[in-house]
């Protein structure tokens, strides 16, 4: 995650003093690369260990698949990890 964006982050952390409820990844399912791998360690560095307790993974872009099911994606690090 860019610096910039790790500190607007804690910025707005400051506004929620209970801290957020839930955390929204979207995840395109035409573009899992290794990046997205890294997302779930950078969640938990930015929010803290019990961030993917809270964590709703919702895939995108789904039209990509054109007719294939969600099943053929090889998204198991994410599924493992989430």
């Given at each position: 995650m860019e610096d910039s964006v790790r500190e607007e982050t804690q910025r707005t952390m400051?506004?929620?003093p209970s801290g957020p409820h839930a955390i929204l990844l979207?995840?395109?399912?035409?573009?899992?690369?290794?990046?997205e791998c890294l997302v779930p360690?950078?969640?938990?560095?930015?929010?803290?260990?019990e961030a993917l307790d809270h964590t709703i993974v919702l895939l995108t872009c789904g039209d990509y698949l054109m007719?294939?099911?969600v099943e053929v994606l090889e998204l198991d690090t994410l599924s493992v990890v989430c």
């Open positions: 400051t506004l929620v979207l995840v395109p399912v035409s573009q899992f690369t290794e990046m360690a950078e969640l938990q560095k930015t929010f803290g260990e007719g294939k099911t």
